[in-house]
Nanobody, 116 residues
Framework: QVQLAESGGGLVQPGGSLRLSCAAS????????MGWYRQAPGKQRELVAS???????NYAESVKGRFTISRENAKRTMYLQMNSLNPEDTAVYYC??????????WGQGTQVTVSS
């Protein structure tokens, strides 16, 4: 069973940047399509970015051009570089398998708050 641990969140002003990290415990991580999800208060969890094992990426329209997803399979780690943050990006961010891949147990997530 793969365990996921997200980190890197925090409080940032509008227009600022953050880099999130997702560390996975199992080697199967390297063959899965993975994604970053977020859940804002009162809203459903949504997929914001995904990346295949080979590095092909896909983004939600709301973050396209501002967020960049990447991964280092050898380190079992995935990243989300978030630039030009705005208050609508405030949410708890999670990583997990994406698309047709079965989900792992959800981690604790990392809180991102965008506020002046």
């Amino acid at each position: 069973q793969v365990q996921l641990a997200e980190s890197g969140g925090g409080l940032v002003q509008p227009g600022g940047s953050l880099r999130l990290s997702c560390a996975a415990s199992g080697s199967i991580f390297s063959i899965y399509t993975m994604g970053w999800y977020r859940q804002a208060p009162g809203k459903q969890r949504e997929l914001v970015a995904s990346i295949t094992s080979g590095g092909s990426t896909n983004y939600a329209e709301s973050v396209k051009g501002r967020f960049t997803i990447s991964r280092e399979n050898a380190k079992r780690t995935m990243y989300l570089q978030m630039n030009s943050l705005n208050p609508e990006d405030t949410a708890v961010y999670y990583c997990n398998a994406a698309r047709d891949y079965p989900k792992f147990s959800w981690g604790q997530g990392t809180q991102v708050t965008v506020s002046s």
